[in-house]
C-alpha cells in the first residue's frame, strides 16, 4: 500500500495517510492491508481504520485508529473541519469487539444551571495479553475528540 484516505460523500479526501514502499528482487518488502467499519454510539459516530502487515500470524492484530467529528456530527452537522483522527493508530494485539456507553461515569447533576452532558462512549478491544485474553476499553471523549483509557489505576500496592 502506497497510500489510503477517507473521503466524504462528495468524494473529496478528508484524510490521506502516504507510506514509503520499497520493492526488492521482484517484490514488495512489505504489504499492508487496510480496511474500515463505521460505528454509531448514543453519542456520535466514527470510522475504525484497522491495518495490518501481511503475511501475518493468527491473533495478531495490528493497529486500529478512530476518525470522527469533534463534538459529535449531530451537533455541527457534517463541518469537515471538525473531523479527523482521535488519536495515532492503537497498536492491537487482538481484535474490537463492540462499542457501548461509559455507564460508570454519570452525568454531572446541575447546581442552579443546566447540567452538561458528558459525551463519552467506549470502544472495547480484546487484547492478548501472553496468558489470558482481557477486554480492554477505551474512551471516546466526543467534546475534546479524543481517546483515552476508560480505566485509570490510580494506587498501587507492593508486596
Known sequence: MQ????????????????????????????????????????????????????????????????????????KYGADSSLFGPFAPPILIDGEFLDVDTDWLRPN?????GTSATVMQDVLKFQV???????????LVNWISGKLQPAWRCIETTFN
Open 3 to 74: 497510500w489510503w484516505e477517507l473521503r466524504d460523500p462528495n468524494e473529496r479526501v478528508v484524510y490521506r495517510e502516504s507510506h514509503p514502499m520499497a520493492f526488492e528482487n521482484g517484490a514488495f518488502q512489505r504489504t499492508v492491508a487496510i480496511s474500515a467499519t463505521s460505528f454509531r454510539t448514543k453519542q456520535g459516530s466514527g470510522i475504525l481504520v484497522h491495518g495490518m502487515e501481511l503475511p501475518s500470524a493468527p491473533g495478531n492484530g495490528g493497529w486500529v485508529q478512530v476518525f470522527g467529528f469533534k463534538y459529535g456530527r449531530d
Open 108 to 112: 454531572p447533576t446541575s447546581w442552579g
Open 128 to 138: 492478548w495479553t501472553g496468558n489470558v485474553n482481557i477486554v480492554y476499553p477505551v
